[in-house]
């Protein structure tokens, strides 16, 4: 739960514990709201601030995920509790007290095989471990980033594991509303990246789900078939019965903030409503960015295997979802941040720099920072509360493991050209599961630069991309890909632009237009916030 140590005193009651809550001082808080607020960024706050439930919603660059840091301090202003996730580790990592929806829910990597009763039964108890690792669920307000890749069925677990496992002083006078009767703050654009094998087992027991006509449906294999037959079109969180139980408002925001360039505005709304390329803008997609390697995992990994006897210079890190089981390091690399690490000086999820030497470990307090830059204050502290002491002992293990390095310096080469060389130290990350804490896991928070997966680049802005448009890419995930790079500058498609499929299926488009009539499609609209 975010903030996680003790709060000042408010004018405002807070319903929970507030010993698990913390300072309005934290430096990640602090710098990840240094910028002003647009009048429709304000209206989500004051929506949040009047206690009302809000999905808010806009194309990619609008400011989503950044916006969550301003409610955070708002929600916070206002005494209450706060509690941020979302599906994936990267995105996750980016927000205050951030963590996964997983671990949120105290799943472990087999959760899901599990009844949901049995799940709720491990996860309940008096023991003061369960208790402590509990407390997140009586968080006034419970905020999800990337909705869109969070299933309709996790939303429903959200929502039944949410609703049984709050407080009862709490929960008591809200038993009939949606999460126990905590405040839900929901964002992520639907164009963007589905769910993630959104029917694998079934909810009430735990059976892996059959699929029906080539995949089009899904069901239960037991005799009953629980829940009856899914559809695929079902998998979205805004198709389950918990979205409608939370009775939203919707917002949309229109201002796009990470593009500042008025053609690739046009060209990115374009792509995502399926309208065709002009001539003119085919060849700027595909000449106007930077040349860049044309490499895919396969060709990075033969690359990591022919090199595989040049230990030296080499460091290694620990897997999670989406991260290598290895990262091999070495000097004169490209590498990419997969966390940020100073906003204000530009060092942020995506940044693109180059190994440029290493720093030998030490093993004092310094390690647990990602960076410092020059004499201001370390601006991420990466291993708060009960965890840091663990942390500092695997971290410690790992120096004194691999003597060969250090901590790789970066220079990364800044949106503006500037260079700016840190020191990228590891982050730490613990997994738990109904009280017991399972897994701890220590990485250096950079991937190797010449290519990345879509999914790792979640969140990101990158400077410069290039994609491949005849490569066989899922809903969503070229236009995730694409709306990455700030300008056309930094953007380079190779193949035939014209092959990039749209973005927002029927489904989507139904949904969008029911709850904002016409404005998301309206490209006059869009336009006209950038002059056009
Ligand atoms: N009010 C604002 N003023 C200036 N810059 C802003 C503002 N809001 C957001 N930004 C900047 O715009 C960029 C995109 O923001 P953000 O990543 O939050 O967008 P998003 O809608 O979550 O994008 P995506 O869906 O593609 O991940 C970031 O660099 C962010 O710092």
């Not at 194309?59 to 950044?66: D, H, I, Q």
């Not at 509690?83 to 980016?94: E, F, G, N, T, Y």
């Not at 995502?272 to 860049?292: C, H, N, Q, Y």
């Not at 601006?379 to 390095?405: C, H, S, T």
């Amino acid at each position: 739960m975010w903030p996680p140590n003790s709060p000042p005193e408010s004018s405002h009651t807070s319903r929970v514990d507030k010993s698990s809550s913390g300072s309005n001082d934290d430096p990640q808080l602090k710098e990840q709201c240094s910028w002003p607020l647009t009048q429709e960024q304000q209206d989500v706050i004051d929506e949040v601030a009047a206690g009302n439930n809000v999905f808010y919603t806009g194309s990619a660059g609008s400011g989503k995920s950044t916006l969550i840091s301003a409610i955070v301090k708002k929600v916070w202003e206002m005494g209450k509790s706060v509690q941020v996730i979302a599906p994936s580790r990267v995105v996750a990592a980016l927000h205050p007290g951030g963590m996964t929806v997983e671990r949120f829910l105290g799943h472990i990597p087999n959760s899901m095989d599990i009844p949901i009763n049995q799940l709720l039964h491990a996860l309940s108890g008096k023991s003061t471990m369960k208790v402590a690792e509990r407390r997140r669920f009586a968080a006034d307000v419970l905020i999800i980033d990337e909705i869109n890749m969070v299933s309709g069925e996790m939303l429903e677990r959200i929502n039944h594991l949410m609703t049984q496992l709050r407080p009862r002083k709490i929960r008591r006078a809200d038993i009939h509303a949606p999460c126990g009767g905590a405040q839900l703050v929901v964002t992520g654009n639907f164009g963007q990246l589905p769910p993630t094998d959104p029917f694998r087992c079934c909810f009430l027991c735990g059976k892996k789900m059959r699929q029906l006509q080539g995949g089009s449906c899904f069901t239960c294999p037991s005799q009953n078939y629980h829940g009856g037959v899914y559809q695929e079109s079902q998998k979205w969180a805004f198709k389950s019965n918990s979205w409608d139980f939370a009775k939203f408002d919707h917002v949309h925001l229109n201002e796009i903030h990470r593009q500042t360039d008025f053609d690739f505005v046009v060209i990115l709304q374009k792509f995502r409503l399926r309208i065709p390329f002009t001539a003119d803008e085919v060849r700027s997609m595909m000449e106007g960015g930077p040349k860049l390697s044309d490499a895919t995992r396969e060709d990075l990994d033969k690359f990591f295997e022919k090199h595989r006897h040049t230990e030296d210079g080499f460091l290694k890190i620990f897997s999670g979802d989406q991260l290598r089981p290895v990262v091999r390091l070495r000097e004169g690399m490209n590498v990419i941040l997969q966390v940020n690490v100073d906003k204000l000086a530009g060092l942020c999820n995506g940044s693109q720099g180059r190994i440029v030497g290493f720093e030998p470990f030490n093993t004092d307090r310094k390690m647990l920072h990602l960076s410092q830059g020059g004499d201001r204050p370390p601006p991420f502290w990466l291993v708060p509360g009960l965890n840091e002491r663990f942390a500092k002992d695997i971290i410690r293990w790992y120096m004194e493991r691999n003597q060969v390095q250090g901590w790789p310096r970066v220079e990364f080469k800044l949106a503006n050209g500037e260079l700016v060389t840190r020191t990228i130290r590891a982050t730490f990350q613990v997994e738990s599961f109904g009280g017991r804490l399972l897994l701890g896991r220590a990485r250096i928070p950079l991937l190797p630069g010449w290519a990345i997966t879509v999914p790792e680049s979640q969140g990101m802005t990158i400077p410069r991309v290039a994609l491949r448009a005849s490569d066989t890419f899922g809903e969503g995930q070229m236009y995730t890909t694409m709306s990455r790079a700030p300008s056309l500058n930094g953007l380079t498609v190779i193949g035939n632009p014209h092959e990039l499929p749209g973005c927002i299926s029927d489904d989507i488009r139904k949904f969008l237009t029911e709850k904002f009539g016409t404005t998301p499609f309206m490209e006059p609209q869009l336009l006209n916030s950038y002059g056009g």
